[in-house]
Nanobody
Framework: QVQLVESGGGLVQPGGSLRLSCAAS????????MRWFRQAPGKQREWVAR???????DYADSVKGRFTISRDNAKNTMFLQMNTLKPEDTAMYYC???????????????WGQGTQVTVSS
């Protein structure tokens, strides 16, 4: 019905930048809210940022001032611009659409497969 695919992860040095993308594909759907989560080995999944369809944003305290979430509704794509990266930002980053409306079917919670971000010198 709806597939979320993250991309843009990789290896970056501390202080560097990376831009993640989450592309939603399928047909007959509307995504109102999109979120980024991350999970490091041995750690709990952590909420990073969220954005509504109208562009309202919220961020975890750990990334405020460094990360920027955005979306292009026409292209069904969400982005996470990550600046001034720190080693503690190292994690698998996941895209989430918690309330995607699939026409004629219902509301679903979709997750992507994740993209790895490693911040190391």
């Amino acid at each position: 019905q709806v597939q979320l695919v993250e991309s843009g992860g990789g290896l970056v040095q501390p202080g560097g930048s990376l831009r993640l993308s989450c592309a939603a594909s399928g047909s007959g759907f509307t995504i109102y809210t999109m979120r980024w989560f991350r999970q490091a080995p041995g750690k709990q999944r952590e909420w990073v940022a969220r954005i509504t369809r109208t562009g309202s944003t919220d961020y975890a305290d750990s990334v405020k001032g460094r990360f920027t979430i955005s979306r292009d509704n026409a292209k069904n794509t969400m982005f996470l611009q990550m600046n001034t990266l720190k080693p503690e930002d190292t994690a698998m980053y996941y895209c989430n659409a918690p309330g995607a409306v699939v026409y004629g079917r219902g509301v679903y919670d979709y997750w992507g497969q994740g993209t790895q971000v490693t911040v190391s010198s």
